[in-house]
């Protein structure tokens, strides 16, 4: 609180304003020493009327108070409770009552409440609670913890019988259960009953209408506080050294998620770009960089990856061999040693650029080469943090682990168009078997430990390896069966193959399918309904989410065709939704005898998590400045989204300590997740917590402290 409340006398009759409370809906959260489990928010209320209907009125005269919901100003939601004094002011004393059965209280600390004095003058009332039909109060000398709206520190203060909020206060007034006393008017000799929270039946709330004509007050976000798993705060914590953090969502290009464009159209797409990004896609022919048996030249892949940490992004890119449309991707030297090829038209292949040949996967050079060149990539570059994510590729058309229609069991008849190879009236197979598919995927595993892989189709033999999957026709061919899909689709493998839990430590990735990519914005939710694809209409891209828990999609289209009003909002958020967001709701610190201390309750409020163990830092920022910094061990990557059944956030609390040789003064304390790219360049994007304390340089502050020479 900025202004030092006046002390008040103690008034002799209690106001009691009793709220609703239904204990079965009480919305729980884990994290300590934080309001995580409401009592009334005043949100269910339609009308004043049925407002008053659950509140019984009683005053020291015929008149005293007038009590309605408000929408002027509030806390959370868009309600609060509004009390004003009434006429002719004859009331000393007045109470709005509401009883509820006996209930368990015992899992908490103590009671909060939001309140707003809106007048020019301070406002003195009691909060009391009932437990066995008796009212526990502030009695002589007691202490509450108050942090008005603009502060991030919970001040103590000490007040005589009544608590004092100042003319035009807003903010949380928080009450620990051993600053309750049984009121002394109830008691025939000696006050000595302990509060009994395993029996509570009660709020209670007063004030002197009389006294306070002139104050509009208004209450909302009635909770208590510290209930649940005690451990989610640090044993040190205290009302003084615990800050309230508050959310913001985080910017649509936080690093490795989100849409992104093909880095070869940055030259020409339109800008400014109303969708901001992290990442670039580029595709690259295996030709462009092996010359022969573990022989590689690294520059043409050198300068896409420098092209694209210049503008602060990380690199997606897929290594090809078959490009429809493109010439091949195939190194000459194999081609020398007599590996076999075959020329296609699927996917309007050859024309003026040149003709594309799919080769035969199954030479025993060529798996020779792949399984080098795999092994060469991640020697140089598993770790690097130019790479957000690499496809494994080299596969099939496009490198997308698929030649259809030369699958090996599309009916000749069945094909629109004449198949360039069948056998028995099918298309033959035209992929790798599936022994040399499985050992691509396992050199990939066992060349990197770092950087992570992505393959394009869920699979018997990709189980248990440690790669994720990017699906390519996302939003159109994602949905499973019981969702209008089909078992082939990218859902359905998952659920055939037993990964739908893959995302929780892999990643989850992809491309819009590109003929919906502009189109699918103009509805709500987004979703591609126009000029039948094949048939089919789009699916619905939240529901593809929810499902797939993906953190990044190329969507190039809407990067090149401008979107505008709805359909741009659309977008955006449809970018910003996807992968991790992390919240932090609460931190601590503490500095002591030259050992600074700091905690914080973190949540993951996104859809994925963040799969890289970025080096996070804690920094002490003073008056002038300068700023000492400390790495920590925390890893933010186990951290997973809200659980779909409970739709309970997982909170964890994350501590570090350390020896601080912080001179006498005060500080912000700040932490961050250190984007590995800014040892590359200085324009490298920061990772953003989805706080409104947040800070555009990727510190955000989570608490002060203040040293002095006593210390």
């Known amino acids: 609180m900025k202004r030092k409340a006046k002390l008040v006398l103690y008034l002799s009759v209690i106001l009691l304003v009793i709220f609703t409370v239904n204990l079965s809906n009480l919305k729980g959260h884990t994290a300590s020493l934080e309001t995580d489990a409401t009592i009334d928010d005043f949100e269910g209320y339609s009308s004043t009327e049925e407002l008053k209907q659950a509140y019984y009125f009683w005053s020291s005269s015929e008149n005293g108070m007038e009590w309605s919901l408000s929408q002027e100003h509030f806390n959370d939601g868009t309600q609060s409770m509004m009390i004003v004094a009434a006429e002719p002011f004859d009331s000393s004393w007045t109470s709005l009552t509401h009883r509820f059965s006996m209930s368990d209280w015992s899992d908490s600390s103590g009671i909060s409440f939001w309140i707003h004095n809106d007048a020019d003058e301070s406002l003195s009332f009691n909060f009391d609670v009932k437990s066995e039909s008796k009212a526990f109060g502030q009695e002589g000398t007691f202490t509450v913890a108050v942090k008005e709206e603009g502060n991030s520190l919970w001040e103590e203060h000490a007040f005589e019988s009544m608590l004092t909020v100042p003319e035009h206060f807003s903010g949380l007034i928080r009450i620990a259960w051993n600053q309750f006393t049984e009121e002394y008017w109830q008691c025939s000799h000696n006050c000595e009953t302990d509060l009994n929270l395993a029996l509570v039946n009660g709020i209670e709330f007063g004030y ?66 109303e969708i901001p990004y992290s990442m670039e896609f580029f595709y690259i022919g295996l030709n462009d960089i092996m010359q022969h048996f573990d022989e590689f030249d690294w520059s043409k892949l050198e300068t896409k990856l420098n092209d694209v940490a210049s503008r602060g992004n990380q690199a997606i890119f897929r290594v090809y061999l078959d490009y429809p449309h493109r010439p091949s991707g195939i190194p000459p030297f194999l081609l020398d040693l007599g590996l076999e090829t075959k020329d296609y038209h699927y996917e309007s292949n050859g024309g003026p650029n040149g003709t594309s040949v799919a080769p035969n996967y199954d030479d025993e050079n060529l798996q020779l080469a792949l399984t080098q060149f795999i092994e060469a990539l991640g020697n140089r570059y598993d770790g690097d943090p130019r790479i957000g994510f690499i496809q494994a590729g080299l596969i099939g058309f496009w490198g997308e682990w698929h030649t259809h229609p030369q699958d090996g069991w599309t009916p000749a008849n069945s094909w629109d168009g004449e198949l360039v190879e069948q056998k028995d009236g099918r298309a033959t197979d035209w992929m790798p078997s599936l022994g040399n ?9 066992q060349s990197f430990d770092q950087t992570k892989i992505l393959v394009r189709y869920p699979t018997e033999f990709n189980q248990n390896v440690n790669v994720g999957y990017h699906d ?24 055939e193959n037993q990964e739908m839990d893959k995302w929780k430590t892999e990643p989850i990735g992809g491309e819009i399918r590109p003929e919906i990519q502009l189109k699918m914005w103009d509805n709500d939710p987004p979703q591609y309904i126009d000029e039948p694809i094949g048939g089919a209409q789009g699916e619905d891209y939240y529901k593809s989410l929810e499902l797939t828990h993906a953190s990044w999609l190329k969507i190039q289209e809407v990067f090149q065709t401008p979107l505008s009003g709805e359909a ?21 610190v503490k500095e002591t005898d030259g050992f600074l201390k700091a905690a914080i309750n973190i949540q993951n409020t996104g859809i994925a998590p963040f799969y890289y163990d970025w080096d996070i830092e804690i920094a002490a920022k003073g008056t002038n400045g300068t700023v000492q910094s400390w790495s920590t061990d925390w890893d933010i990557t186990s951290i997973l989204p809200k659980d779909k059944d409970t739709r309970e956030h997982n909170d964890v609390l994350m501590e570090w300590s350390s020896t601080s040789t912080l001179s006498e003064g005060g500080y912000d304390i700040l932490v961050r997740v250190v984007n590995p790219l800014l040892e590359s360049t200085s324009q490298a994007k920061s990772f953003h917590f989805a706080n409104i304390e947040q800070e555009e340089n990727g510190w955000l502050k989570i608490g002060e402290v203040e040293i002095s020479n006593s210390r």
């Open 208 to 273: 002197n209408p009389q006294a306070h004509k002139d104050n509009d007050i208004y209450l909302d976000s009635i909770s208590l506080w510290g209930t649940g798993d005690q451990s989610l705060a640090p044993e040190w914590a205290a009302p003084s050294n615990t800050f309230q953090l508050h959310y913001s969502p985080a910017p649509i290009d936080n690093p490795l998620k989100g849409f992104l464009p093909f880095s070869e159209s940055v030259s020409w797409r339109t800008e400014p770009n």
């Open 437 to 445: 598919q499985e050992a691509i995927v396992q050199g990939f595993d």
């Open 472 to 495: 390519d026709s996302f939003a159109f061919q994602t949905l499973p069966p019981c969702l209008g899909g089909e078992v082939w689709h990218f859902v359905g493998r998952l659920q």
């Open 568 to 588: 741009m909002k659309r977008a955006q958020e449809g970018s910003r939704d996807l992968g991790y967001e992390y919240y932090v709701s609460t931190a601590y």
